[in-house]
Nanobody, 112 residues
């Protein structure tokens, strides 16, 4: 059974930083890719960042230069470092292992 659990969300002022953590119940090398998605109130879920084989990364245009995705295989974790946060980044953030296993999400709220 694969479990995915996010943590690290919270309330932060604009310009601040947060680091989201995604813990996976099985070894992360099992998955060829991990991704962070987010969903803001009244909006569709969108891809924020993705890390795949060889640590190739991709980012949504809206977060390039501010967010960094990384993985720690030894600790079965994937991270999303978010800097210079803006109110538009307010959303529930979800970690996805492979293309199939989703966590429950963690709330990020950025105040102006």
């Amino acid at each position: 059974q694969v479990y995915v659990e996010e943590s690290g969300g919270g309330l932060v002022q604009a310009g601040g930083s947060l680091r989201l953590s995604c813990k996976v119940s099985v070894g992360t090398p099992r998955f060829n890719a991990f991704a962070w998605h987010r969903q803001a109130p009244g909006k569709e879920r969108e891809l924020v960042a993705r890390i795949s084989t060889g640590d190739t990364t991709q980012y949504a245009d809206s977060v390039k230069g501010r967010f960094t995705i990384s993985r720690d295989n030894a600790n079965k974790r994937v991270y999303l470092q978010m800097n210079n946060l803006e109110p538009v980044d307010t959303a529930v953030y979800y970690c996805v292992a492979g293309n199939s296993f989703w966590g429950q999400g963690t709330q990020v709220t950025v105040s102006s």
